[in-house]
């Protein structure tokens, strides 16, 4: 019988790359997700039945425990970034991320892969940070051999940040930033999958922060996506004392109405956005794993086409203009 894996949060936006990787590789996926109604979409990247979406909530020992029975390897993609609610960060990226270690390590698991983020830090000024740290502290305790990756922002087709600002450019013609000088070293979802398949596959253990091979400031990574689009904006920076000030109201806001008001930016994602989205130093990535990291110019045309003024005909007029009556 082929080898089984599971992938927490496997539907998800990194989970879905993993989980097409490892059934390419012959092995069952077991995608263990809150909705797995909402998962069928995985079912087709293996034959009938290699790849079957199960029920979890990673908050309870008996869920992760019967997802987990059986499995060789697991990977952990849950993440959140939602400061409130059951499913808050330490909830899902502390005490979710410990948990799934405990019981596959109880349950005799071989191999697993725990994906954090760049910028994981227990003293840092970011809930969300000190939450990531304080997963990969769970994971290590339980699983010292476990395979951590740090990426830094994620791009891709489903990503939520190319496709986000790009979306906001139809709405004006001023795109707002805050902290347009912090640096971001973007990787491409595939990298990581790669990444995470090859920790499982090789049983590799330790930490690998994992970074494109562009490293921009958000500014110019904008400037970058305006030039994909087609798009002329003026990019304004919002000054991170006045930016404070917009979350909290936000904030404020979204309690007082129950969660109904939205919410476009939070006081901890303001405070992440004071820090660089980097690769640090020495720290170990790409190159110890043998992969050359996707470069943005390669993948972004081929999802960000949507938002140009002519949409998919804009290569269609651009030849057009250089035709002779």
Request: glycine share 10%; aromatic share 8%; proline share 5%.
């Amino acid at each position: 019988m082929s080898q089984l894996v599971t992938i927490f949060g496997g539907n998800g936006f990194l989970g879905r790359y993993i989980a097409r990787r490892m059934a390419k590789q012959g092995w069952r996926v077991r995608v263990a997700c809150r909705r797995p109604n909402e998962a069928m979409h995985v079912k087709p990247y293996g034959v009938v039945g290699q790849v079957e979406p199960v029920f979890c909530n990673i908050r309870d020992d008996a869920s992760v425990r019967a997802v987990t029975h059986g499995a060789d390897a697991v990977v952990n993609c849950v993440g959140t970034f939602d400061a409130r609610g059951a499913n808050n960060f330490d909830a899902v990226q502390a005490e979710g991320a410990a948990r799934i270690a405990r019981i596959a390590a109880a349950e005799g698991v071989a191999r697993l892969v725990h994906v954090s983020a760049i910028g994981a830090d227990a003293e840092s000024d970011s809930a969300y940070a000190r939450s990531k740290a304080a997963g990969e502290a769970g994971v290590r305790e339980a699983m010292p051999d476990a395979m951590i990756l740090r990426p830094s922002v994620i791009f891709g087709q489903e990503d939520q940040f190319f496709n986000r600002f790009a979306a906001m450019t139809k709405f004006g013609p001023v795109l707002p930033l805050i902290g347009a000088d912090t640096m971001f070293q973007p990787v491409y979802v595939d990298d990581v999958a790669k990444a995470a398949v090859k920790g499982i596959l090789d049983g590799i253990s330790g930490t690998y922060e994992l970074g494109g091979p562009d490293v921009d400031s958000f500014r110019d990574l904008m400037q970058r996506m305006l030039g994909v689009i087609q798009r002329r904006r003026m990019i304004v920076n919002t000054p991170f004392f006045a930016a404070r000030i917009m979350a909290g109201a936000f904030s404020f806001g979204n309690a007082v109405s129950g969660g109904l008001a939205p919410m476009p930016v939070t006081p901890d994602q303001v405070a992440s956005l004071q820090y660089d989205n980097v690769v640090s130093d020495g720290a170990k990535g790409f190159a110890d794993l043998g992969i050359e990291p996707t470069d943005l110019d390669a993948v972004l045309p081929e999802y960000l086409w949507r938002f140009r003024p002519s949409g998919q005909y804009a290569a269609i007029k651009d030849s057009a203009k250089n035709l002779r009556a």
